[in-house]
């Protein structure tokens, strides 16, 4: 009689981390809090541990799929951001914020993001982002990240949660985050490669 050992490795799409250094160690659960049941949290999505409370926030962010001018109150953003009506948004931390009016799916193209006030201009790339306060200059992370999702995760209660805090990251296959949630990532590396 013999063991007969298989190894299966499973792999699910593209991914997104060229190197993973290290994760926050221990099990960590999604604080469900804002977020809407069945969506799906994309991997690399900026995240706030929380070693404490053994809980995980993310930052809800959208990226614009097509160039607004100045005076613009609705916004084309890759469908299916965790964006909610009554979230606030910006785009930069220090600039203008206001809260979400309506989102209209469109498909597969976009979704139609539309605030009370002009959040200004936008170029194809550019990237939105919840913001705790609202006005022409009150624009602040809802959360200061700490680590990026491991991997997708549908939104569910009691969700077990990975966070990266160390490693190497496709830039282009993650969500847009704003510089500020990059600057605080000081050992998360985004390259430019393909």
Do not use: H, W
Request: aromatic share 6%; hydrophobic share 40%; proline share 5%.
């Amino acid at each position: 009689m013999s063991l007969q050992i298989t190894k299966e490795v499973v792999s699910e799409g593209v991914p997104i981390f060229q190197k993973v250094l290290e994760t926050a160690r221990g099990g960590f659960t999604l604080d469900n809090t804002g977020l809407t049941a069945g969506k799906t949290i994309p991997g690399g999505t900026p995240a706030l541990y929380d070693e404490g409370t053994r809980m995980v926030k993310v930052l809800k962010t959208a990226e614009i799929v097509e160039v607004a001018g100045g005076s613009a109150t609705t916004y084309k953003v890759k469908p299916g951001s965790l964006l909610s009506v009554g979230d606030y948004i910006g785009k930069a931390v220090g600039g203008a914020a206001y809260a979400i009016t309506a989102i209209a799916p469109s498909g597969t193209d976009y979704d139609a993001v539309t605030v009370g006030t002009t959040l200004g201009a936008m170029a194809v790339g550019d990237g939105l982002f919840q913001s705790s306060a609202t006005g022409g200059t009150a624009a602040a992370m809802s959360i200061t990240p700490n680590g990026l999702t491991y991997e997708d995760y549908d939104v569910e209660v009691d969700k077990d949660i990975s966070v990266v805090i160390r490693g190497t990251v496709y830039a282009r296959r993650v969500p847009a985050a704003p510089a500020e949630a990059k600057a605080a990532l000081p050992l998360i590396i985004y390259s430019q490669s393909r």
